[in-house]
């Protein structure tokens, strides 16, 4: 890697420890879910296969989880996380010099500590950063030609991401394409793993992982998307220019296979094929899963992050075609870059996110090289300039929200007013401040339904009690409550 290449990932590395030092809140409530689950593993080792928890993401997590107070755990795991996404940038670099086989491969690392919503994920506790590890790593292995060790790898992603149990097809054709078929066996392992332990660790077979894969009916509460839902979010996950120069590499990719050597194996195609089908596979997969929602999507554009790693390849892979390319097919490519960004702004129009002014800017920018191609160097500098823009505001702490600094505060005073009583609740940040590991079956309405054998208090709030505790249910219960100062959240007391 050049050494300024190496610098700029130092940087933004280094940028990350800080933003996680000064964060004291998370991106979304499954972010602490995700590292409480983890941290409670020690005392309830049910959560190292829990469903929601993610034994690709809770098993190594739970390895620093544990440390200190729930806020330093917190940083720990957030520490991991920036080792995580160090490691899927050295990866990324390593596979880009296999698969582009040119003087552009340090582009591909670059261009992942580029992409706004991966950095932002990079210093919090989301499965998405976890899952895009295990599948350049299993790229890069295959790239490599390790077969076996790419197998094992690859079998984490469904762990870790559900929709990843569509990569083991396509990677068991690769492997039987070249033959190496005691490989394939291996590509399950990751699933019967956790399907034997599940049960082992105390879970009734009617909680067998494998049954995740059921139609889960239709989840209207979370919405649908439409065609170019995908193509929007992938401006907010990559960044409108990665996004943009990510399909175009991934076609061109393609492509050269495609011409040069598509009946032959060679590892590195292998790593190609990966890469470029990976990319545009996981885009389309995600649209399908939002339109027809019935596995409980949400449409959240991080889904696309596990394909953030293949993504700055193809990255690459687009500089370097584009440079080497004559105006004809600097033409050809800039209409492919032109449909990818009006489709993304038309997709954050009808979803109205944020950033419609870059996918715009984006389109224009493609068109004047298709115009003029010969304007090619100059516009790339405003595309650089773009891309940088759009990734400086994904630079910022996570903060607590005022409804979440709320709950941990009056969980905080409950504890030491009433240092005898259980404090439950069903919002994460009621565990977080109770530091109290929770039962996978006994969560907080369960404890409000029963007998209390010591002194109860629920700290109910708008949004999660809700939908799991609503208000009628709990006061039909004796219960006295206590005076707060917030709207948002009622203390009850049940003695």
Same mark, same amino acid.
């Given at each position: ?14 940028? %990350? ?8 809140? =998370?991106?979304? !409530?499954? !972010? =602490? ?25 809770? /098993? ?54 580029? *992409? ?57 054709? %690769? ?46 509460? %979370?919405?649908?998307?439409?065609? @170019? ?25 393609? &492509? ?56 700055? =390849?193809? =990255? ?46 984006? @389109? ?6 298709? /115009? ?18 759009? *990734? ?17 505060? /009056?969980?905080?005073?409950?504890? &030491? ?48 009690? *809700?939908?799991? %505790? ?26």
């Amino acid at each position: 890697m050049p050494p300024l290449a190496l610098a700029w990932v130092a940087l933004v590395l280094a940028a %990350l420890v800080v933003l996680a030092f000064l964060s004291d809140g =998370v991106i979304e !409530d499954d !972010d =602490v879910t995700h590292y409480l689950m983890a941290r409670w593993s020690w005392t309830y080792p049910m959560y190292l296969a829990d469903d929601w928890g993610r034994p690709g993401f809770t /098993v190594p997590y739970a390895l620093v989880a544990w440390l200190g107070t729930p806020a330093q755990g917190l940083f720990a795991c957030r520490l991991l996380t920036i080792v995580i996404v160090a490691a899927s940038t050295w990866l990324t670099w390593k596979t880009a010099t296999i698969v582009l086989e040119n003087r552009y491969s340090w582009l591909a690392p670059v261009a992942l500590l580029a *992409m706004p919503l991966y950095l932002r994920l990079g210093y919090t506790t989301l499965t998405e950063t976890t899952a895009g590890l295990y599948t350049i790593a299993g790229t890069w292995l295959l790239a490599s030609d390790r077969p076996r060790r790419a197998a094992l790898v690859l079998s984490l992603v469904p762990l870790t991401r559900h929709e990843g149990i569509l990569l083991l097809p396509a990677a068991a054709i %690769l492997l039987a394409w070249r033959g190496s078929w005691s490989s394939l066996p291996l590509l399950l392992f990751g699933e019967i793993a956790w399907n034997l332990a599940k049960p082992a660790l105390g879970y009734p077979l009617s909680e067998l992982p494998i049954l995740r894969f059921a139609g889960r009916g239709d989840p209207g509460h %979370l919405g649908y998307g439409g065609p @170019l839902h995908y193509l929007g979010a992938g401006a907010q996950a990559f960044g409108i220019v990665p996004l943009m120069l990510g399909v175009v590499g991934a076609i061109a990719l393609l &492509r050269r296979w495609w011409r040069d050597d598509r009946f032959r194996y060679r590892p590195a195609l292998a790593g190609l094929l990966l890469c470029a089908g990976g990319l545009l596979s996981l885009i389309a997969i995600q649209t399908v899963l939002f339109m027809i929602n019935t596995h409980e999507s949400g449409g959240y554009a991080r889904f696309l992050l596990p394909a953030a790693p293949w993504a700055a =390849v193809c =990255v690459a892979a687009a500089i370097s075609t584009f440079a080497d390319a004559d105006h004809a097919t600097r033409r050809q490519l800039a209409l492919v870059a032109m449909v990818v960004a009006g489709g993304a702004s038309l997709g954050i129009w009808f979803d109205g996110w944020s950033p419609w002014p870059f996918a715009m800017s984006g @389109l224009i920018v493609a068109a004047l090289i298709m /115009v003029r191609p010969s304007w090619t160097p100059r516009l790339a500098a405003a595309l650089a300039g773009l891309a940088a823009v759009q *990734m400086a505001i994904a630079f910022r702490p996570h903060r607590l929200l005022d409804h979440q600094r709320t709950v941990v505060d /009056v969980v905080e005073t409950l504890r &030491r007013e009433h240092p005898d009583a259980h404090v439950v609740g069903d919002n994460p940040w009621t565990d977080f401040a109770a530091d109290v590991a929770r039962h996978p079956y006994f969560w907080a309405p369960n404890d409000w339904r029963r007998p209390p054998s010591l002194p109860l208090i629920y700290v109910w709030d708008a949004d999660h009690s *809700m939908v799991n %505790l609503p208000l009628d249910d709990l006061t039909a219960l004796p219960h006295r409550e206590l005076a707060t100062d917030d709207a948002y959240v009622r203390v009850f007391d049940r003695h």
